[in-house]
T-cell receptor, first 109, second 116 residues
Framework: QQPVQSPQAVILREGEDAVINCSSSKALYSVHWYRQKHGEAPVFLMILLKGGEQKGHEKISASFNEKKQQSSLYLTASQLSYSGTYFCGANFGNEKLTFGTGTRLTIIP | DAGVIQSPRHEVTEMGQEVTLRCKPISGHNSLFWYRQTMMRGLELLIYFNNNVPIDDSGMPEDRFSAKMPNASFSTLKIQPSEPRDSAVYFC??????????????FGDGTRLSIL
């Protein structure tokens, strides 16, 4: 049931764009996105509810495709501060989240 | 505002010892979650509480693990007896409301547990 994220890791130069995907084998009710820097706690970025909406947070936005049971996180004009591991958290209609496999993002100057 | 507070930040103990991890959620939050993070298994939900009541403990690995929430501002996760495979980072998180689907979870800094 754990959502699968792709890619597993990506290295970008500052200013480049990235897309991180989160795919589920079960129907999704909502998707959360979190970022975790090394040695720190996960930090909430955004929630997407059913309806295929797209949300934004600074230069980070995300979409949710119910039919494809997938969510994508878009990072544009990446900054050094965006480095970290990104996790999607899937909600299947109950009261808990199942976190994805994680995507390690490294931004280099 | 104070975030989720966990203690201790680090714990090193010998196999067989009892370990108690503590968590103070954000004031006013009525859902509390305990997670375990390892390289192999990622971030796993162990148990969660709503209004101090355990709702789902299906993620608790075995009977050696137990969790309590005696009041709205305090929770413990206990491992007795501890084993080396319990070594991990344990996070506590809290959120407003009952449904995790539409409320962000706020994580504490975690407890890094090493069982020798």
């Amino acid at each position: 049931q754990q959502p699968v994220q792709s890619p597993q890791a990506v290295i970008l130069r500052e200013g480049e764009d990235a897309v991180i995907n989160c795919s589920s084998s079960k129907a999704l009710y909502s998707v959360h996105w979190y970022r975790q820097k090394h040695g720190e706690a996960p930090v909430f970025l955004m929630i997407l509810l059913k309806g295929g909406e797209q949300k934004g947070h600074e230069k980070i936005s995300a979409s949710f495709n119910e039919k494809k049971q997938q969510s994508s996180l878009y990072l544009t004009a990446s900054q050094l501060s965006y480095s970290g591991t990104y996790f999607c958290g899937a909600n299947f209609g109950n009261e808990k989240l199942t976190f994805g496999t994680g995507t390690r993002l490294t931004i280099i100057p | 505002d104070a975030g989720v507070i966990q203690s201790p930040r680090h714990e090193v103990t010998e196999m067989g010892q009892e370990v108690t991890l503590r968590c103070k959620p954000i004031s006013g939050h009525n859902s509390l979650f305990w997670y375990r993070q390892t390289m192999m298994r990622g971030l796993e939900l162990l148990i969660y509480f709503n209004n101090n009541v355990p709702i789902d403990d299906s993620g608790m690995p075995e009977d050696r693990f137990s969790a309590k929430m005696p009041n709205a501002s305090f929770s413990t996760l206990k491992i007795q007896p501890s084993e080396p495979r319990d070594s991990a980072v344990y996070f506590c998180a809290s959120s407003l409301g009952q449904a995790a689907s539409n409320q962000p979870q706020h994580f504490g800094d975690g407890t890094r547990l090493s069982i020798l």
